[in-house]
Structures are given as structure tokens and as C-alpha cells.
């Protein structure tokens, strides 16, 4: 979509693009000049496998201070990005014919490295009923003799719902029950609205935390991320953290120090509220044209709509609300096969002036679609 | 051995570091000014998975100028260090229980890389006859049926020395005959002393290369490098990027565009000069000090010493070394089994006068061995 969307604008065409699950927003100026002093004064060798010590620190600290939850900086691995430590975690957990229980729909990166270790991604069918998230029952379910482990992203791309603390209780009691290991992806935390943002830190068994700078604290082309493992196997992800990446970058840990100080914190909040506002203009005016939106998402920069009252066939709407309306978003179908074939994801991660652009042409296309 | 010697360290003693594989340069001023400038523009979002255009380009006519050897950018991945060009390159050949060989002794990444995809890495004894490097005789001899591909640095890890053109050309061959593929580590290309530089690109068959800003571009925390694969497979190589990595920094993109301007390489060159200045010195004091070299190294910034006049026990000698000697290096079983008991690596990264210290200690532990 991003490729025909690019073609159409070389065409001089103006698209509004919806489809990007990246903020418009670069990094608060103080992690920029901590970056930039990191540079210059040379801190730009390896650093630790796991990170530098003062980064873990001070990410044990957030945890602390933000979600009230303890956790010893030896449990935190600082990574080459969310994507760096998915990989580190799942070639840590996952052993070949392992059975990776999988929401969908759900980011398809998750498939991904599950096969990229020989592991079997299985699929958890998530609805609305459920706010797209998998439930102690579903996981019940689909758990057999050669699961090794759920992974789960809350908030949640596409949808950006979360899973309920309660139930994400009961789902990882269960888990443990079975010695299996629980891997939330919490890359889009500290993006909620309307609630207090939460972390998996703490829920029972062996629970496995994968994180992002890229999404709250908007620093996606710097590859920072980092994971939050059980105590007795941060020994092993040391040692494969230090042969298969050698260390996350540098100075994008030097600056990344910068972004859990007041200055920086200050602005992301400001964009997280930027974000909300968005959220709150979009979800109503896709549904006025039409769209059928059954979960106010609550969290990432993501609406999940569904097309089916005005197209069977969501990916034939994607590509005409492209090519004829000038708006691009994702078709469901890239997110998995449960019923992704009536929905469409939105990203809200445009300047209000261009959402607004972008709903007036997507009621136009609807208006006769 | 670097947290005993930080621990020597942390207790008052002054030890002489000739373990380390990084350049103790920085990168050159205006590679780190571009970066500053990247990141003050905001150019710090995520890239194509395969990086930028503009480096690829650069890439591109950087082994056309220097190599005298043209290859499109189509066929260059820019990468998160040469870790993640390897780690990509084995994913994307590697299948579960398919051999690739590997040198013993060789750099030990080799084995974790082709391990983490379920392959069997096969080790080619490698001695001081050929070079430590394989030959076609060798690789004839361990190719099996199973045998997907050779895997070899040149210059080499740990012992610096290069792989002939002519008998790399002849294992390409030999390669390409039984449908194999050729993956030729070149992260020390560029440091290499007394004749001209070289690349395996233009080799008959499937010849897959991987680089690294690292090394001779003293960009090691940096996080970059780059393969260079066989056209038909450069597709499959982004799709998996894409998933896996994302891609590979913003940044340090921008400032590797730097890289192959001309400031940026004279000073490059002059490094370089001084790392040959410092093997000049290092080899005869080693010899001197009653330690055999059995090659002279000609690249990379690593001296392969054979300590068995000495001690039988490389490892102990390395302890004895480091404790008694104030000096350390790495034992020669870190990089394989085949005779790396007798061995040590000398890093010279480190500055002309550390070394001359280095040196009488060396001499003076020996004297006592």
C-alpha cells in the first residue's frame, strides 16, 4: 500500500497517509542534544551486551516511578530496538517445533521471528467481544503439549486495545501452571488514554517484557528497545545478546538516558495528549462515514475499523479509498486471516490539519463506495 | 579474561589491553558531524529495510574506486553492524541441520550464528601452512552432502592473515559446482598492510559478502555494516530484514555517507598506516620475547602467537599473563579447538606507547616463564 501510495504521489497526487505505524513526532530536543554530546565527546565504542548500566538503571527507575512496580536493573537487557529484542527473546525460548501461541489478528512481525527460530507461530482468534485480545479461555484452548509460550502485544497493533490487568493476571497463572513462558509486547506503553498506563511487570511466572523507544518516546530510526527477563535467564540472553548483536547502538543509549528526565518526559506527555485528541476526532468521524469501529481503541495510534456495511472486501476498499479517495491505510489481511478480510487499520500519526483532510475524503469515498 | 583484568584494574593495577577487537579510534570528524546533523534535522526516522538509497549508492562506488570492481546497489543491504548481515545472511541460507563450514580456529560468532538457525557449523582445521585460512583441498575434502556453505574471514579473526584471490577463486569455484554458497567476512577489509586491499566480489557462484563500518571505519558502537548478496536473493534478504530488524540506524546512515568522502578517508588511511606501524613493532618484540609467529599478519589488527616454548597451556599462560604481567590478551580457545590450546591473540588496538610497555612486559613475563 505504501509503495502504490508513493507511485500515486510521484504522479502528483496528494495522499493522506493513514497507513504509517510510526509517530510524526522525532525525539524531544534534550535526548537529540544528549545524542549529539555522546558523538562528540566519543562515546561511540561497544557498550555492554545487555547495555550500559546507567540506561538500565534509569529504565528500572521509570518502571518505579511511573507504574509503581520494582524491578532489579539486572533483569532489564537494553536492545537494538523492540524488533532486537523479539529476537533475542524468542532465540532464547524458542526451541524448534515449539508451538507460539499468537493473537489474530496481531502484528505480523510476531510469526516472523517465531519461524525465523523454527518455531510454530498458532494462531489465538481474538473479536471484538474481546476487545481483540486473547482471554484466559481462548488461551485455555489453544494451550497443548507443544506450547512453549503466549505472546501478546497490549496495547495491540491493529487494534490498539489493551488486555485487561485482571485477566492478564489469570492468563499468566495459567501459563505458569503449564511451565510456560509469557511474552507481553508492551512496545506501545505509556500510549493509553484515558486510563493509567500499566505494565505486565510483576504478573506471576516466568514473564517475559519486550519494549520500545520508539513508539512513547518517539525514537523509531534510532533502534533502541529493550526487554525485561525472568532473573535466571538473563545469564543466557547475555550471551546471546553479546554473539548476535555485540550491543545496541551507543549513543543512542547515551541519549536515551535523557529521555526519562523531566524536560523530555514533559514533551511526551504533550504528544501522548496530541494523540488522544487525534484519537478522539478520528473514531467518530470514521464511524459517521460508515465505518464500524466495535472498540474505542484505548491505547497505541491505531483505529480498527470494519468496512463490511459498505465493502465485502477490505482490501479492495483500501485500494480504491487510495486511488480514488487519496487516503492510504492498511487492509486487515496484513495482520493475520481471522476476519481481517472486513477491516481496515487507521494510524493516527498525521498532524490534526491532515486527519481532518483525511476524514472529509474518506466520508466522500464512503459516500459512494 | 576483560573482567579479570577489570577487576585487576579496579584493585589499583594498571594492565595493558591487547584483548580488545575495537579500534581505539573514533569515527573521523566529519562522519560524527554528519551524524550531529542528522539527528538536529530530525532525520532519525525509520529507513527502508535495506537502507538508505544514497549509501547503498555510496557503497556502490566505494568498491568501484577502490576495488576497481562495479556491483549495482541493488545488491547491497545496509545492515545493523555486519552482526546483523550475518545474522540475515543465515537466516536466509540456512536450513535446520544443513552443515556450513567454518575455520578452526575462526571467529567464534561464526558458530552462534549458524547455530541459532538449527545449522551444524562444520569446522576446516585451519594452520599456519595455509595461512589459518582454508584452501580448496580443505573445503573439497569437508564438503559433504549436507554442506550448504564456507563461511570465512579474510582478513581473519584471530590471526589477520588473508585468504590468497587466486585459492578463494578456486573455492568458488569448487562452491558454485556443488550449488553451494560462499559467504566471505570482510568486516577488517580495508586494513591490510604491505599490499593492495581486496574483496572476493566478482568470484564465480553464490558468493554473499559481509562489511562493517566498524573496523577500518573506527565505527564499532555505531551499529552498521552492510552484505552484499547475489541479485535473485535480494528480495527474500529485505523481507526478512524487514521483519527482523526494521533497519538498521537512522543516523549512523547519515553519517556513513560521510564515510567515503575524501576527508573523512584520508584520515582513515592515515589510521591505517598507523595500525601497520604498530604490527612493525609488535610482531619482532613478540618473536623476541620467545613467543613463535608463525605468519606474519597482514590485516586485520590481530598477531596469532604460538606460546608452546613457553607453556603448553595458552590459557594459563594468558592468566599468567594478565596477572603477574599486567597484560592482557586472549587465549586462543576462544576461537575453536584445533591446536588454539598453544595459541594466543595480540589485539593492537591500542596506542604505540601502550604498546612499547606492553611489549617489555611481555618480554619480562616471558623471561620468567
Redesign the interface.
Known amino acids: 500500500m505504501q509503495s502504490r501510495a508513493r507511485a500515486l504521489e510521484d504522479a502528483g497526487q496528494r495522499v493522506i497517509h493513514m497507513e504509517i505505524g510510526?509517530p510524526d513526532f522525532?525525539?524531544p530536543e534534550p535526548v537529540?542534544e544528549a545524542?549529539?554530546r555522546a558523538?562528540?565527546e566519543?562515546?561511540?565504542?561497544?557498550?555492554p551486551a545487555l547495555g550500559l548500566s546507567a540506561l538500565r538503571e534509569a529504565i528500572a527507575a521509570h518502571y518505579a516511578n511511573r507504574y509503581g512496580v520494582t524491578v532489579p536493573a539486572s533483569r532489564i537487557a537494553v536492545t537494538?530496538?523492540a524488533?532486537?529484542a523479539l529476537?533475542l527473546v524468542l532465540?532464547l525460548y524458542v526451541d524448534?517445533g515449539d508451538e507460539i501461541l499468537v493473537p489474530d489478528p496481531g502484528y505480523?512481525?510476531y510469526r516472523?521471528?517465531v519461524r525465523?527460530?523454527?518455531g510454530v507461530p498458532r494462531a489465538i482468534d481474538v473479536g471484538a467481544e474481546s476487545a481483540f485480545q486473547p482471554t484466559l479461555d481462548s488461551v485455555r484452548q489453544a494451550w497443548g503439549p507443544k506450547t512453549r509460550a503466549l505472546l501478546v502485544g497490549s496495547p495491540s497493533n491493529p487494534s490498539g486495545t489493551l488486555l485487561a490487568r485482571e485477566e492478564l493476571r489469570r492468563i499468566a497463572q495459567f501459563i505458569a501452571e503449564h511451565d510456560g513462558v509469557l511474552i507481553v509486547d508492551e512496545i506501545y506503553q505509556g500510549l493509553v488514554y484515558g486510563e493509567a498506563p500499566s505494565t505486565a511487570l510483576g504478573l506471576p511466572g516466568e514473564v517475559v517484557l519486550v519494549n520500545s523507544f520508539s513508539k512513547y518516546f518517539c525514537?523509531?530510526?534510532?533502534?533502541l528497545g529493550w526487554a525485561v527477563l525472568p532473573q535466571p535467564d538473563t545469564r543466557a540472553f547475555e550471551n546471546?545478546a553479546q554473539?548476535?548483536?555485540?550491543?545496541?547502538?551507543?549513543?543512542?543509549q547515551y541519549a536515551a538516558l535523557a529521555a526519562f528526565e523531566p524536560p523530555a518526559l514533559e514533551v511526551l506527555e504533550g504528544r501522548r495528549r496530541e494523540f488522544e485528541r487525534r484519537r478522539d476526532f478520528l473514531v467518530p468521524e470514521l464511524r459517521r462515514a460508515g465505518l464500524a469501529v466495535p472498540c474505542t481503541p484505548n491505547g497505541a495510534f491505531y483505529v480498527y475499523a470494519d468496512c463490511s456495511a459498505l465493502d465485502l472486501d477490505a482490501k479492495r476498499f483500501a485500494l480504491g479509498l487510495l486511488e480514488r479517495g487519496g487516503v492510504a491505510a492498511t487492509p486487515g489481511i496484513d495482520f493475520g486471516l481471522n476476519q481481517t478480510r472486513h477491516y481496515l487499520r487507521f494510524a493516527y500519526t498525521r498532524s490534526m490539519q491532515d486527519l481532518r483532510e483525511g476524514a472529509q475524503r474518506i466520508a466522500r469515498f464512503c459516500a459512494g463506495a
Chains 1, 2 share one sequence.
Not at 566519543?42 to 557498550?47: F, P, R
Not at 525514537?219 to 533502534?223: K, V
Not at 554473539?243 to 543512542?252: G, K, R, T, V, Y
Open positions: 510510526e522525532t525525539a537529540v545524542a549529539v558523538l562528540r566519543g562515546l561511540t565504542a561497544y557498550t537494538a530496538g524488533s532486537g529476537l532465540a524448534p505480523p512481525g516472523q521471528f525465523a527460530f523454527e525514537m523509531t530510526g534510532w533502534r546471546i554473539h548476535l548483536f555485540i550491543c545496541p547502538s551507543a549513543a543512542a
